[in-house]
């Protein structure tokens, strides 16, 4: 990476150096999370990213980089609230699966929420699929649609996506077509894929709607684009 990024022995290129930047801070690289965190901060073969160069960074400095915890100081100082949300919400992503740090679900819990607290939406959805699904905390489904609600809310397509999904298999005592049909139509309408298609299906069978192929049609010809 430092070779591409630096044009050692090689024409120089900053797409292939955030690409092998990339390969090693996966795998914990103190050095090269930070080298790619500086790509993030100028826009050099990655797009400009002030989000993915604190969470980077902060890497970086958590494993003992000395340049990192230098630059950490300016970067408290740099983000605005948004963006800080982001970079919370991106370290959750670290810690979940374990991308450059070892895999943590507490911590990746905790970072959600601190990213939900600045009202970042992918936080809130992130949150309700730990509840969703048991990861790091007691499988719950009502606190799950609770973190989802906020999601969707917010405009955050999977989130929607999920409600539709939970209110048709009725999770809270019996079915409910109608909602599930307005989160699958407001998630479809963003371009979600599954919510178009589940949203073809509701036409076709006529679930909280009469039958009306020619819409299922339509739905499913958006999904398929």
């Given at each position: 990476g430092t070779m591409y990024a630096e044009g050692q022995g090689v024409v120089q290129n900053y797409q292939q150096a955030a690409m092998w930047f990339t390969r090693a801070a996966e795998q914990g690289h103190a050095r090269a999370q930070f080298n790619l965190s500086r790509l993030h901060s100028r826009g050099e073969g990655v797009p400009k990213d002030i989000s993915a160069t604190y969470a980077w960074t902060y890497l970086a400095a958590h494993a003992g980089w000395e340049d990192a915890k230098k630059s950490m100081i300016e970067l408290e100082q740099q983000l605005t609230a948004a963006e800080r949300a982001r970079a919370y919400n991106r370290l959750g992503v670290f810690y979940q699966q374990g991308l450059g740090v070892t895999q943590d679900v507490a911590q990746a819990y905790t970072w959600y929420q601190k990213a939900a607290e600045g009202g970042y939406p992918s936080a809130f959805f992130?949150?309700?699929?730990?509840?969703?699904?048991?990861?790091?905390?007691?499988?719950?489904?009502?606190?799950?649609?609770?973190?989802?609600?906020?999601?969707?809310?917010r405009g955050h397509a999977q989130a929607q996506h999920a409600l539709g999904v939970l209110h048709q298999k009725g999770v809270r005592g019996k079915q409910n077509y109608k909602e599930s049909l307005k989160w699958y139509r407001t998630s479809a309408e963003q371009g979600y894929a599954p919510a178009q298609v589940n949203l073809a299906l509701m036409y076709y069978q006529g679930l909280s709607a009469r039958v009306d192929q020619e819409k299922a049609r339509l739905w499913l010809e958006k999904a398929a684009e």
């Open positions: 992130n949150l309700g699929l730990m509840y969703a699904t048991g990861l790091g905390v007691a499988s719950d489904i009502n606190v799950a649609m609770n973190w989802y609600q906020q999601a969707a809310d």
